[in-house]
C-alpha cells in the first residue's frame, strides 16, 4: 500500500452539493503532490477532509498503514498551512511556532531547540521577538510554515499559502517550499488553482473539475498528453489551443477535417472508432509560421513577453495563440499564415 490512500472519498453537505464525487489517490512517501482546478472544483474540501476539518460522507483516508477517515484533526499528525496565514497577532513569532508544541505537552527545552531549529532553517531568527501584524506577507508565510514544520508531521497540507502574496514574493516562497520540502522528505499535498505554481511545485499534479479527478501525471505529462479538452485548455499559459473537426471515412480509412482542410496528426487507440466529430488541439509553441501553410489568418493582438512573443491570430478555425521568438516584427492587422508540427497536434474524442 502506497504511504497515503484515499478511497473512494466523498463530500455531500446537508443541502445536497456533491463538492467530492469519490475521487482515489495514490501518494509514496516523500512525494509532492499538487491539487489543481479552477474554484470549486472541490480540491480545498479534499485538504480540509484529509486535515480532519471536514468529516468524509464516504470513502476511507489511509496514511501510513493507520485510517484517520473519522479521527479528529488534532489526532491525525499533520501540518496545515492555510492561505491567510492564521497567525494569532497576540503572541510574538517565537510562540507562534511554539503554541502546537505546548498543546502537545513537549519540554521547555525541547520546543526551545525545535522552535531554534525551524527558525534558522525558514530564515526567521531575527524576527523571534516581533509580532507577526508588521511583518511583511512573504515573512508572516514563512512563520506559518515554520508553525506547521516544527511539530515535524507526517503529512503536510498546504492550502493556496501563496495566494494573497505580489509576484516577487510567490516567486521566492514556491522556490523556498520546494527546497524545505526536499530537504524535510515529509509527504506534502498542495492546493493551488495556479497551473504555473502547480507544473514548478509538482512531483505529480492531480487535475481536479466539478469534485472528480481528471488526469494524475507529472508536469509533463499532463502538459504534454492532456487526457481531455478540459485539462488541455486549463493546464498552460496560454491553454492549448482547441478547435472543431471531423472524423470522416476515406477509402476505408479515417481523415481528420478541420473547415475542410485535411489535418495530419495521430489518432488514439480506441476500438471502434467511428467517423463524427472531434476536438483537435495545438499548443501555442508547436504553431510555426509558413508562407505556404494551411491555415490563413490576420494578427489581431501581440503579446511581449521577453524572449518571446505571443501572436493572437483570427483564422476560419477561430482564433489561435501562436508563441514564436521575440526577433520576429509581426504587427497586428497583418496577414499570416501558419503550419503545425503534426507530432503535437492531439485528437481528443
Not at 233 to 254: I, R, W
Not at 294 to 299: F, K, L, R, S
Given at each position: ?197 502547480a507544473m514548478a511545485l509538482a ?31 486549463f493546464v498552460g499559459s496560454p ?7 471531423k472524423l470522416v471515412a476515406e ?99
Amino acid at each position: 500500500m502506497a504511504y497515503l490512500e484515499i478511497q473512494g472519498l466523498q463530500k455531500t453537505y446537508p443541502d445536497g452539493t456533491e463538492a467530492v464525487k469519490g475521487i482515489s489517490l495514490s501518494v509514496e512517501e516523500g512525494e509532492f503532490i499538487v491539487l489543481l482546478g479552477p474554484s470549486g472544483c472541490g480540491k480545498t474540501t479534499t485538504l480540509r477532509m484529509l486535515a480532519g476539518l471536514e468529516i468524509p460522507t464516504g470513502g476511507q483516508i489511509v496514511l501510513n498503514d493507520r485510517n484517520l477517515t473519522n479521527l479528529p484533526s488534532s489526532h491525525r499528525d499533520v501540518g496545515f498551512v492555510f492561505q491567510f496565514y492564521a497567525l494569532y497577532p497576540h503572541m510574538t513569532v517565537a510562540q507562534n511556532i511554539s503554541f502546537p508544541l505546548e498543546n502537545m505537552g513537549v519540554s521547555k527545552e525541547d520546543i526551545a531547540k525545535q522552535v531554534s531549529e525551524v527558525a534558522d532553517r525558514v530564515g526567521i531568527t531575527a524576527l523571534m521577538s516581533q509580532y507577526p501584524g508588521p511583518l511583511s506577507g512573504g515573512d508572516q508565510q514563512r512563520v506559518a510554515l515554520a508553525r506547521a514544520m516544527v511539530r515535524r508531521p507526517m503529512l503536510y497540507l498546504m492550502d493556496e499559502p501563496l495566494g494573497t502574496l505580489d509576484a516577487d514574493h510567490r516567486m521566492e516562497m514556491r522556490e523556498f517550499i520546494r527546497e524545505q520540502q526536499t530537504d524535510t522528505g515529509v509527504t506534502t499535498i498542495y492546493v493551488t488553482h495556479d497551473q504555473e505554481e502547480a507544473m514548478a511545485l509538482a512531483d505529480r499534479m492531480v487535475v481536479m473539475k466539478e469534485g472528480h479527478i481528471c488526469q494524475v501525471g507529472t508536469p509533463s505529462e499532463v502538459y504534454e498528453d492532456p487526457s481531455d479538452p478540459f485539462v488541455a485548455h486549463f493546464v498552460g499559459s496560454p491553454g492549448m489551443n482547441l478547435l472543431d473537426a471531423k472524423l470522416v471515412a476515406e477509402n476505408g480509412h479515417l481523415a481528420i477535417m478541420a473547415n475542410n482542410i485535411p489535418i495530419i496528426a495521430h489518432l488514439p487507440t480506441i476500438e471502434k472508432l467511428k467517423p463524427g466529430s472531434v476536438t483537435l488541439g495545438i499548443r501555442s509553441e508547436y504553431l510555426i509560421p509558413d508562407a505556404e501553410g494551411p491555415i490563413e489568418g490576420q494578427i489581431v493582438l501581440v503579446e511581449h513577453l521577453g524572449a518571446f512573443v505571443m501572436v493572437y491570430i483570427d483564422t476560419s478555425w477561430g482564433r489561435l495563440v501562436m508563441r514564436a521568438p521575440s526577433a520576429v516584427d509581426y504587427e497586428p492587422g497583418a496577414p499570416i499564415r501558419i503550419t503545425y508540427d503534426p507530432q503535437h497536434m492531439k485528437v481528443f474524442t
